[in-house]
Each structure stands twice: as structure tokens, then as C-alpha cells.
């Protein structure tokens, strides 16, 4: 019996793929940005066996919110059960546990969670309600896909990475990537910026972005600033002919210098490539144009903020 004021829910799914499989794609959280939607970065703080501890960064009903999470896996009856450390409101307790099964040739995927709102406050509940629904059905309909169609995905997802190495300090680095708001006035190609950050390390970052042809395209997305060292970002607003990117910018004091990446895992659409680069492109050619694109972006940002960085030695 769940204590007074717990809510319990249940949200199942079949997937056409092994139950063994399905369980991996859940247990390995650093690929959730690129399987759930509302997920923007998790990031691994503690592990020991089958034991972890997960900060969680996701929308909620539109908003980005963050959380820590408490895991235990047992892979041998493929379960994760799942218990919010430090919950944001109006969440006031969060738990659940994924279950897969076999189903048939298949597997059927459980997800369940039982949840308080701080106060067992009714406005706050029915919030709850509506993101835990909203965010579990997102995220079932998405493990589906991304495991169904993982075969003919493989050649529209890839990552790549773009490096300079800066004689400047990690901190001036990481100000001038964090500071977005600013990029407007420091970058050539960024036409408009708009930076709302309501909580400190997490922000919303909007923009035009100027092509080489000189067209632009708005972009949104949800940072997430990790100072001095990281700053990882999703797209909610995608240039059209992407289906998902996720970025990283990390910031490393090699002692000698400042080495600063910029990762990219971007997901192609496949039935935009024709319409954006003509009726001869293929994937091959799509993934060409936006690795170009993206890294054109990504190294004058960086080459940028090298002189920024130098300058202030």
C-alpha cells in the first residue's frame, strides 16, 4: 500500500526488437538525449556495481527542469528501479521502475512511477500527472523507433568533433561559450540571440544563424552549463534537415594550453534531403553538407573565443 497522498501510474509499450536489447538501450543513460525527446544531458555521478547515482536534465511540460536520481539495474530480470535523490517542484517524491519482458519475438516495456506533490498540493499533482503521462508516452513511442528502426537509422546518426587548442585560461574559454547572450555582437554568423536562464546553469538559448549563401535559420535550444568544463546542449528548434543534435562543448587545462571541443551527434531526416539540397542528394551528400555546416559554426566560435581568451592572458 503506497503511503497517503502517492500517485501510481503505468505506461506499457511493445517494441519489435529482443527484450535484451531493449534493457541495454535503458541501462546506458549517456544515449537518452538521443532516445527521448524531453531529455536534454545526464551525467553519470556516482557508480559502484549495480548501483548508481544520475543528474538528469529534461522538459517538463515545456520546461526545463533537473533532478538527481538514485538507480539500481538488475540486468538478470531486466529491471531499473529508479528514486529521485533531490526532486524539483512541484514535485515533491519521485520513484519507478522499467521493466522489459518477453513478448513473443518482441518485448513489452513497463514503465511505472509513483510520485507526491510538495504539499499533496492538487494544482501541483494534476501538473504531475500531466508531465509524467506527456514524458512517458514520449519516451516509450521514441524507445519503439529508436530500437525498430535502429538498423536503417545507423547511416543518418553520426557524430563528429571539431578541436583548437587555446594559450589562454579553461575559465575565459568557458565565459565567452556560456556567455550566448553576447554572441550576437562576438560572432559573424549569429544574426539574433535571445538567452532566458531562469535557473543558473541552465538556459534556453535562441537564434538566427546566418548561412554562407546568406540565409538564415532559427535555432532553439536547452543548455545545460556545467562550469568551468562543460556546457552540453539539445536542439528543440532544428534546421530542417535534421531530426535531433545534441552538442558538447568541453574545456580541458592540459597544463600547457586549453584544449576546447565541440561535439556534435546529429540524426538527418531523411525525407528533407532532396527537398533542402535537390533531387540528386543522398545521405552521403546530407551528411557532407551538415558536417560542414555545423563545423563552420563550431570553429569560428571556438577560433573566437581563442582570441578572446589570448587577449586576456
Given at each position: 500500500m503506497p503511503p497517503s497522498g502517492t500517485h501510481e501510474t503505468e505506461h506499457t509499450v511493445t517494441v519489435a526488437a529482443p527484450a535484451a536489447a531493449v534493457y541495454q538501450l535503458l541501462a546506458d543513460v549517456e544515449n537518452w538525449p538521443l532516445i527521448f525527446p524531453p531529455t536534454i544531458y545526464v551525467d553519470h555521478l556516482e557508480r559502484s556495481g549495480d548501483q548508481e547515482r544520475i543528474r538528469i536534465w529534461a522538459t517538463a511540460n515545456g520546461e526545463a527542469k533537473s533532478w538527481t536520481s538514485h538507480r539500481s539495474l538488475d540486468p538478470d530480470a531486466r529491471r531499473i528501479d529508479f528514486r529521485q535523490e533531490v526532486s524539483a517542484p512541484p514535485v515533491a517524491r519521485m520513484s519507478g521502475t522499467w521493466i522489459v519482458e518477453e513478448a513473443g519475438e518482441g518485448s513489452r516495456v513497463r514503465l511505472l512511477h509513483d510520485y507526491r506533490a510538495v504539499d499533496d498540493s492538487p494544482q501541483g499533482l494534476e501538473w504531475i500527472d500531466r508531465a509524467v503521462d506527456r514524458n512517458s508516452r514520449t519516451?516509450?513511442?521514441?524507445?519503439?523507433?529508436?530500437?525498430?528502426?535502429?538498423?536503417?537509422?545507423?547511416?543518418?546518426?553520426?557524430?563528429?568533433?571539431?578541436?583548437?587548442?587555446?594559450?589562454?585560461?579553461?575559465?575565459?574559454?568557458?565565459?565567452?561559450?556560456?556567455?550566448?547572450?553576447?554572441?550576437?555582437?562576438?560572432?559573424?554568423?549569429?544574426?539574433?540571440?535571445?538567452?532566458?536562464?531562469?535557473?543558473?546553469?541552465?538556459?534556453?538559448?535562441?537564434?538566427?544563424?546566418?548561412?554562407?549563401?546568406?540565409?538564415?535559420?532559427?535555432?532553439?535550444?536547452?543548455?545545460?552549463?556545467?562550469?568551468?568544463?562543460?556546457?552540453?546542449?539539445?536542439?528543440?528548434?532544428?534546421?530542417?534537415?535534421?531530426?535531433?543534435?545534441?552538442?558538447?562543448?568541453?574545456?580541458?587545462?592540459?597544463?600547457?594550453?586549453?584544449?576546447?571541443?565541440?561535439?556534435?551527434?546529429?540524426?538527418?531526416?531523411?525525407?528533407?534531403?532532396?527537398?533542402?539540397?535537390?533531387?540528386?542528394?543522398?545521405?552521403?551528400?546530407?551528411?557532407?553538407?551538415?558536417?560542414?555546416?555545423?563545423?563552420?559554426?563550431?570553429?569560428?566560435?571556438?577560433?573566437?573565443?581563442?582570441?578572446y581568451a589570448e587577449s586576456r592572458r
Open positions: 519516451e516509450l513511442a521514441a524507445l519503439r523507433e529508436n530500437v525498430e528502426r535502429a538498423h536503417g537509422a545507423a547511416e543518418l546518426t553520426f557524430t563528429f568533433e571539431d578541436v583548437v587548442q587555446i594559450d589562454g585560461s579553461v575559465k575565459d574559454v568557458y565565459d565567452f561559450v556560456n556567455e550566448a547572450d553576447r554572441w550576437e555582437h562576438r560572432l559573424p554568423h549569429v544574426a539574433r540571440v535571445r538567452l532566458t536562464e531562469h535557473t543558473p546553469g541552465l538556459q534556453t538559448l535562441e537564434m538566427d544563424t546566418r548561412a554562407k549563401d546568406g540565409s538564415t535559420h532559427t535555432t532553439a535550444s536547452h543548455r545545460v552549463c556545467l562550469p568551468p568544463h562543460r556546457i552540453a546542449y539539445k536542439q528543440v528548434t532544428l534546421p530542417a534537415l535534421l531530426s535531433l543534435h545534441t552538442g558538447l562543448w568541453t574545456f580541458t587545462d592540459t597544463g600547457r594550453r586549453v584544449t576546447a571541443a565541440s561535439r556534435h551527434t546529429v540524426v538527418l531526416d531523411p525525407g528533407a534531403i532532396r527537398g533542402v539540397l535537390g533531387p540528386e542528394a543522398d545521405v552521403a551528400s546530407a551528411r557532407e553538407y551538415v558536417r560542414g555546416a555545423l563545423s563552420a559554426n563550431s570553429l569560428a566560435t571556438l577560433g573566437l573565443g581563442r582570441d
